[in-house]
């Protein structure tokens, strides 16, 4: 089964640039022992653009869907054979990317 796994940020703690190297470290053994799909790093929310068609006309909005303190900062998708597996995987990423981690399989 495949995970959304969804980092979460606050900005309160913004991070930097020395947990890049763990962060790598983490996604190469997810590679090696086949969890791995994809993950990526999300622009700031002001890099946002919301776009609204269920009218007459498409609505282009910048900034993020919602206002809120906390916001999406990146993803994993991974593939593991239960929830168990990933929760202990997430587990570990919340430790190497210092920031909080939600779990959500695919339907």
């Known amino acids: 089964m495949q995970y959304l796994v969804s980092v979460i940020d606050d900005k309160s703690n913004p991070g930097s640039t020395d947990r890049q ?17 994809f993950s990526g790093g999300l622009a700031d929310t002001t890099a946002a ?11 282009l909005t910048d900034g993020p869907f919602v206002e ?5 900062a990146g993803v994993w998708v991974w593939e593991a054979p239960d929830l168990d597996v990933v929760l ?11 920031r909080k981690i939600e779990v959500r399989p695919f339907q």
Do not use: H, M
């Open 68 to 72: 809120s303190k906390e916001y999406l």
């Open 21 to 37: 190297p763990a962060i790598s470290a983490f996604n190469e053994r997810l590679v090696a022992e086949g969890y791995w799909v």
């Open 88 to 98: 202990k995987l997430a587990a570990e990423a919340s430790k190497v990317c210092d």
């Open 49 to 59: 653009t919301v776009i609204d068609n269920r009218g007459e006309q498409a609505v």
